[in-house]
């Protein structure tokens, strides 16, 4: 069957990866390759890129660091940010991305979804998006999580599956950042009807956190996060021999 | 030299970037005579069974790669690449394909539980049924490797080198002589999926 995919995410600002806490205080941290090429070796299944750079200038950096790794890593690429066009897609499919992310983009212009799915298929379209509760009900917020833009969140993913998104990126901003664990009510409540792959995203803070997730959310189809691998507070080969261990099916590497 | 058939369907950065990483010269091409002169061909492909296969036959380039399949000629298909071998498809109405290995290409959904998603996507561990098969010269029991379809292989049980289970078995790996196809994507596979390429390149 299928194997739990653990995906690190890293955001890249003019060439550079950096890790925010909460949507604030950006932070550098590495070089991008490297980055992926030591993630690569240390078994990660996926890698997703998110481009949150806002110049001209950081797009062309962004889409030179993703030509060097789609060179040299062999495991697919999600690449996000930005992404607000058929054209967008075309840029970084054509850099060696598989999956494209969209978030904003699609909240000002739903048929983005649409579009992609039906020009490059549904298994290139990922729908991420970023949550919030506000009393008591789950918001989709826009704009890196600054801006409520009044839509239920369930409704909107159950929307965008419906419009041919092929995957779901889930982050709970409530979680994201505090590393008390993913937002497993939240995501719960997705896959409770996502006939599509969801990646959880937001919260993990150690190795019990992803088993959790795991157990607690058994449609759950993959673990995301960024700050815990990138400052190697879990290793992603000892993350995936602990859920290993626990009988949670992982993909081996080394035989 | 490997060549990559180029009939306009799918991405090749991947593909070709995995072939350099393993040392194998490639070209993408559609002209009959660098085909012809290479020494294995390999046809790639993503998306909708019909349209592929039309697009192939508007290269004009079928005969002769038909031609060179059955002079001996080394011969991978890669993920629709490899459906379009078999005889026929089933996606948006009945389709015929290469037939170049005997076998149908079949809706997934049809034969698997609701509950299981499709397209089978993601990452799942290869069966080997045949342990000489020469593209798994560097790949055991048990290894991994990255799907991503909704259709699948069927009545094809002699030609199934490997495979995954998904419910049903899902052949990953199948082979009629010097014809042979990866239903899962060896350029994004890691080292298993480089590892399969390289097998292919050496042999």
Redesign the interface.
Request: charged share 30%; aromatic share 8%; glycine share 12%.
């Given at each position: 069957?299928?194997?739990k995919?653990i995906i690190p995410c890293l955001d890249v600002r003019d060439g550079m990866v950096v890790k925010g806490k909460n949507f604030l205080g950006v932070r550098e941290i590495a070089d991008p390759v490297e980055l992926a090429r030591f993630y690569?070796q240390s078994g990660a299944?996926e890698l997703v890129f998110y481009d949150i750079t806002a110049s001209a200038e950081g797009r062309g950096l962004f889409t030179d660091v993703l030509e060097r790794v789609?060179?040299?890593v062999?495991?697919?690429l999600t690449v996000g940010g930005s992404i607000n066009t058929l054209a967008d897609f075309d840029r970084v499919?054509?850099?060696?991305a598989?999956k494209v992310s969209v978030n904003s983009g699609a909240i000002k212009n739903p048929t983005l979804i649409t579009e992609g799915a039906k020009r490059y298929?549904?298994?290139c379209v990922v729908l991420s998006m970023d949550v919030k509760r506000v009393d008591g009900t789950f918001r989709l917020f826009a704009k890196g999580g600054r801006e409520d833009t009044g839509i239920d969140a369930v409704e909107w993913a159950r929307q965008g599956i419906e419009r041919g998104a092929?995957?779901l990126v889930v982050n709970s901003i409530d979680t994201d950042g505090v590393r008390g664990g993913f937002d497993i009510e939240l995501l719960q409540k997705i896959c409770e009807f996502s006939?599509?792959?969801v990646i959880a995203s937001g919260g993990a803070g150690n190795m019990e956190h992803f088993l959790e997730l795991f157990r607690k959310v058994p449609n759950i189809?993959a673990g995301l996060a960024a700050s815990i691998f990138h400052l190697k507070e879990v290793a992603i080969e000892d993350l995936k021999k602990y859920l290993e261990d626990q009988g949670i099916e992982m993909?081996?590497?080394q035989? | 030299m490997i060549a990559i058939v180029d009939y306009g369907v799918g991405?090749l950065?991947?593909l070709c970037?995995?072939l350099?990483?393993i040392g194998a010269e490639a070209i993408v091409t559609r002209d009959v005579e660098q085909l012809e002169k290479a020494d294995k061909i390999i046809l790639p492909g993503?998306?909708a069974f019909g349209d592929a296969i039309d697009k192939l036959y508007e290269t004009g380039l079928v005969p002769h790669l038909l031609r060179m399949a059955q002079e001996g000629k080394p011969f991978m298909g890669i993920c629709l690449g490899m459906q379009l071998l078999f005889e026929r498809s089933f996606e948006f109405g009945e389709k015929e394909g290469l037939g170049l290995i005997k076998g149908n290409v079949c809706d997934l959904s049809a034969d698997i539980p609701q509950s299981l998603?499709v397209?089978?996507?993601?990452?799942?561990?290869l069966e080997i049924r045949a342990k000489d098969e020469p593209l798994l010269k560097y790949v055991?029991e048990?290894?991994?490797v990255?799907y991503?379809h909704s259709f699948y292989a069927k009545d094809c049980e002699e030609s199934i080198k490997a495979g995954s289970?998904?419910h049903v078995f899902v052949p990953g790996v199948v082979r009629n002589g010097n014809v042979c196809g990866t239903q899962f994507h060896p350029?994004?596979?890691?080292?298993t999926?480089?590892n399969i390429l390289r097998a292919f390149a050496e042999a």
């Open positions: 069957m299928i194997t995919r690569n299944d789609a060179s040299e062999f495991i697919p499919l054509k850099c060696g598989d298929g549904s298994q092929g995957e006939t599509v792959p189809d993909r081996r590497t035989l | 991405n950065f991947s970037a995995s350099k990483k993503v998306g998603k397209p089978h996507m993601g990452w799942n561990k055991k048990g290894e991994s990255y991503v289970e998904y350029e994004k596979s890691g080292e999926g480089l």
